[in-house]
Structure formats: structure tokens, C-alpha cells
């Protein structure tokens, strides 16, 4: 079975408090867009498992979630599985890539075996596996509570052609957070006026209120967030912001042409840029 681990964009991202746990209390809204990995996943009768993860310096074994995700599934049923991997979503990006491939694996044995598990049930799956597993689960449009696994539909972005990023540096995920803890931000996002321009289907008020909290705590080696969003705007978005951790950075456009003319511009300084759009919730 081909199942597609479509990629996830935050449209905005606030770190509201530290938990006693240790984890941190998030709230957010995500999106997932029309461009991500492509997984071929088969069924093995002699309940072995084996992981082609596309890219050399991936790992193979049980540190890649997507296996975690087919031995957590098929245990107790005495099936394995072999999974291909064809990898488009970048690493230490913040697209939820590893979690995507994860949630790809669970919807597709979910179909092959019959099991005909709920959306639900799979989610509670996903939640054991990481936090951002349960929304690429589901997909579409969704606030996302807690760590992230507590999820409400929200109405869905409206249709827009949207570039994509990634500058050549990775950001470490617990240093930002580490960042977070310490200083109080100076700016947070609009996130009840950007979910009342959703359900307004109100696309230039939404990407006006686009942001995330870690932007407010990138250090001076990590500027060029700044200048791929600032060079976004100019380019004609109708709005820009970080995803996730970094180090992606996305511009949401009404207009077809000029994202593509953006993306061009934005691919002659860097390597990774592409053009997608947002797409529904998943069909389980």
C-alpha cells in the first residue's frame, strides 16, 4: 500500500507554561499541506520487520518512528511489516516529518489489516509514539492542546498556494524551549483572532496573525528566519512565519503566480524551497 505522510505547517505556536513533568503546555494551530513522503508499506506473514528509510543517515531501526509506529500496531496480530521510504520532508525542519511517516504507517495498517480502528483509537496509538503524531493522524486544520495531542477541528484554511523554506542550519528544539523558559516573550500569536478569521474563511486576516512564539527567541546566528519571512512579505505574502522548531519558513499567498515567482526567487540563495498548499483531514 502507497500511503502519502502529507507534512505539517504551524500556523501559529505559543508556549503557555512548563508542566511539573517537564513537558511544556502548547497551544496551537496546524495545518497539514499537500507535500510530504510517500510510504510503501507491505504486510510480512512471518512477523518480521525491516525499514528502508530513504536516506542513509536515517535510522533504520527503533529510533525511526515509523517502525516504532508498525510494532506497536501489529503487536500481538503475528504480522511484521516492510516499509519503503521515498523522503521529501526535510529533517530538523519543524514539518513533523518523522511524526507524519509515523501516522502514514498507522493509517495504512489500519486498511491492510482490517482492523478498522477508529480515528480515536488510532490517535491514542499516536499519542505513545510522540506529541505531534495524533494531528498528522487526522490532519486538515486543528488546534492542538497540551503537547499537542489534544486536538479540535477548526475550520479549514482557506485555499492558497503556500512556499516553503528551509535555510541550511538546524535549531536545536530543547535549546529554543530552554529560551522560552527563561525570558518572557515579548510577543505571542493571535491565536483566537487567527481561528476567528478561519471560521470567517477570512485568508488575509488568518495569515496576518501567523507567528511563533520561538521567533521571539532565535539567537543572532539564527537571523535568517528573519530575512526569508521579511523577504517572503516583500515578495507578495500575505503573511510568513516559522514552523515548529525551525528551521522551515513558510509565506502563504493568495495568488498562484506570485509563489511561484517567490519560490524561485527564494530557490537562487537556498536549496530547500517548495510550493504546496493545504489539504483536508486524512480519511480513516
Not at 27 to 46: H, K, N, P, S, W
Not at 185 to 207: K, Y
Not at 211 to 222: A, G
Not at 279 to 284: C, K, L, N, Q
Amino acid at each position: 500500500m502507497l500511503e502519502r505522510a502529507h507534512a505539517k505547517l504551524n500556523l501559529s505556536l505559543d508556549v503557555l507554561k512548563k508542566t511539573p513533568d517537564g513537558y511544556h503546555d502548547l497551544r496551537m494551530v496546524m495545518q497539514a499541506v499537500d507535500f510530504g513522503d510517500d510510504l510503501y508499506i507491505d504486510l510480512t506473514e512471518d512477523g518480521s520487520f525491516a525499514l528502508d528509510p530513504g536516506l542513509p543517515y536515517l535510522p533504520a531501526d527503533d529510533r525511526n518512528l515509523a517502525l516504532r509506529a508498525a510494532k506497536l500496531f501489529l503487536e500481538g496480530t503475528g504480522f511484521g511489516a516492510s516499509i519503503r521510504m521515498v523522503k521529501r520532508t526535510p529533517v530538523c525542519a519543524g514539518m513533523g516529518g518523522g511524526s507524519s511517516d509515523a501516522a502514514a504507517v498507522l493509517r495504512a495498517l489500519n486498511r491492510l489489516t482490517g482492523a478498522k480502528r477508529s480515528a480515536d483509537e488510532l490517535c491514542a496509538l499516536a499519542e505513545r509514539i510522540g506529541s505531534d503524531v495524533p494531528f498528522c493522524v487526522r490532519g486538515g486544520t486543528m488546534l492542538a492542546e497540551g503537547r499537542g495531542q489534544l486536538l479540535t477541528p477548526l475550520p479549514p484554511l482557506p485555499d492558497c498556494a503556500i512556499v516553503v523554506c528551509k535555510p541550511s542550519f538546524a535549531i536545536s528544539t530543547p535549546e529554543l524551549f530552554g529560551r522560552v523558559d527563561r525570558r518572557k516573550s515579548r510577543l505571542r500569536p493571535d491565536t483566537p483572532g487567527l481561528i476567528a478569521a478561519l471560521a470567517e474563511g477570512d485568508l488575509p486576516g488568518a495569515a496576518r496573525r501567523m507567528y511563533n512564539v520561538f521567533e521571539d527567541v532565535l539567537d543572532r546566528r539564527q537571523g535568517e528566519i528573519r530575512t526569508v519571512k521579511n523577504r517572503l512579505v516583500d515578495l507578495g505574502a500575505l503573511g510568513a512565519a516559522m514552523t515548529g522548531t525551525g528551521s522551515a519558513v513558510f509565506g502563504v499567498f493568495s495568488d498562484a503566480a506570485a509563489a511561484e515567482n517567490a519560490r524561485q526567487a527564494l530557490a537562487a540563495r537556498y536549496w530547500e524551497c517548495w510550493l504546496t498548499r493545504p489539504v483536508p483531514p486524512e480519511t480513516i
